[in-house]
């Protein structure tokens, strides 16, 4: 077997929670972020994105939270299912328009 | 239908060995890159073309030669493997708009 993503930070929730997921990032000109979700075994897949000139948006289940003071950004997925478990990044994108990544948050969701 | 595909999805070979992977995405998007993710889950950009030029190369060891025949092409040819180069690439492409979309991976072995 693997030893992949033994050294990621985990959030271990039970099914029907809320789930809120956080991401520190780097750099104060970054001006878009988007959270993915990575299932094993497969790519990171886009869930939600935001833009710098707001602090919040909501798509299905999801919110994204943008606080630039301090540079955080959070993901929060209500009333977490089975088949939310993976590993979710943040991303910034910095001034040359490259897509940073953070190091990720395993959530493991129990039934 | 495939937004974004890569061949193969599993590779192993010796050192020293040269292999491609190849990359094709039918979402008709400008941009595309290739990411290195290793075993600690972490994911780095390598590369980016757009509209088949160069844009971005993350100080990637010459060894690494992307190629992009077509916007809708980026194949990852590598030199000389070694066995720091197991990990998992995997492309991306990106429009205008919206975040980046990610093909299935390609699992390098380097034996």
């Known amino acids: 077997g693997e030893s992949v993503g033994l050294h990621l930070p985990t959030l271990s929730v039970q099914e029907g929670d809320n789930s809120i997921i956080n991401c520190a990032y780097s750099n104060s000109a970054s001006d878009y972020f988007i959270w993915y979700k990575q299932e094993s075994g497969k790519g990171p897949q886009f869930i939600i994105d935001i833009r710098s000139n707001m602090d919040k948006r909501q798509g299905q289940r999801v919110t994204v939270l943008l606080n630039k003071t301090v540079k955080h950004l959070s993901l929060q997925i209500a009333a977490t299912q089975p088949g939310d478990s993976a590993v979710y990044f943040c991303?910034?994108?910095?001034?040359?328009?490259?897509?940073?990544f953070g190091t990720g948050t395993r959530l493991l969701v129990s039934p | 239908d495939t937004a974004v595909s890569q061949t193969p999805k599993y590779l192993v070979t010796q050192m020293g060995n040269d292999k491609s992977i190849k990359c094709e995405q039918n979402?008709?998007?400008?941009?595309m890159y290739w990411y290195k993710q290793d075993s600690k889950k972490f994911l780095k950009i390598m590369f980016s073309y757009n509209n088949k030029e160069l844009i971005i190369n993350e100080t990637v060891p010459n060894r690494f030669s992307p190629k992009s025949p077509d916007k809708a092409h980026l194949n990852l040819h590598i030199n000389s493997l070694e066995l720091g180069d197991s990990a998992v690439y995997f492309c991306?492409?990106?429009?205008?708009?919206?975040?980046?979309?990610f093909g299935p991976g390609t699992r390098l072995t380097v034996l």
């Open positions: 991306a492409s990106s429009g205008r708009l919206a975040g980046e979309f």
């Open positions: 979402l008709g998007h400008d941009t």
């Open positions: 991303a910034e994108m910095d001034g040359f328009q490259k897509l940073v």
